[in-house]
């Protein structure tokens, strides 16, 4: 995230792109001066919830709305814990349990733009 509020670009330099925090006036005339563009989204507070552990807790799963907003709650545990117990397997060879929470996540990753998912797409599996 470049900031919380403000996306500046300016032009190529040396094929590099500049991105700065526009969040100032001073700063803002500086962009726009060198033929960037400010562009000023509205940034929505998060949604937080507080949750104690228990011992029942399998796994957590953290992902932009590119995935709920096509997969349900169920859908998305069934296949994160198939992936954990090593019943659903894309790329990694039985008995790498390293990596399953890993595979698990591009595995929902890709589900979710196999169901025509337009937002971005961001998806962690952390095993408990």
Same mark, same amino acid.
């Given at each position: 995230? =470049?900031?919380?509020?403000?996306?500046?670009?300016?032009?190529?330099?040396?094929?590099?792109?500049?991105?700065?925090?526009?969040?100032?006036?001073?700063?803002?005339?500086?962009?726009?001066?060198?033929?960037?563009?400010?562009?000023?989204?509205?940034?929505?507070?998060?949604?937080?919830?507080?949750?104690?552990?228990?011992?029942?807790?399998?796994?957590?799963?953290?992902?932009?709305?590119?995935?709920?907003?096509?997969?349900?709650?169920?859908?998305?545990?069934?296949?994160?814990?198939?992936?954990?117990?090593?019943?659903?397997?894309?790329?990694?060879?039985?008995?790498?349990?390293?990596?399953?929470?890993?595979?698990?996540?591009?595995?929902?990753?890709?589900?979710?733009?196999?169901?025509?998912?337009?937002?971005? =797409?961001?998806?962690?599996?952390?095993?408990?």
């Amino acid at each position: 995230m =470049i900031s919380d509020s403000f996306y500046c670009s300016v032009p190529r330099e040396e094929n590099n792109v500049v991105l700065a925090q526009a969040d100032r006036p001073d700063e803002m005339k500086r962009v726009e001066a060198a033929g960037g563009v400010v562009i000023n989204w509205d940034v929505y507070q998060p949604e937080v919830t507080v949750t104690n552990r228990t011992e029942e807790d399998e796994l957590l799963v953290l992902a932009s709305d590119g995935l709920w907003d096509v997969v349900s709650n169920e859908v998305v545990c069934k296949v994160a814990r198939q992936c954990l117990s090593g019943q659903l397997v894309r790329k990694v060879p039985d008995g790498a349990r390293e990596h399953r929470a890993q595979e698990a996540a591009v595995i929902l990753a890709e589900l979710a733009l196999s169901r025509g998912s337009r937002d971005n =797409i961001s998806v962690v599996v952390v095993e408990l």
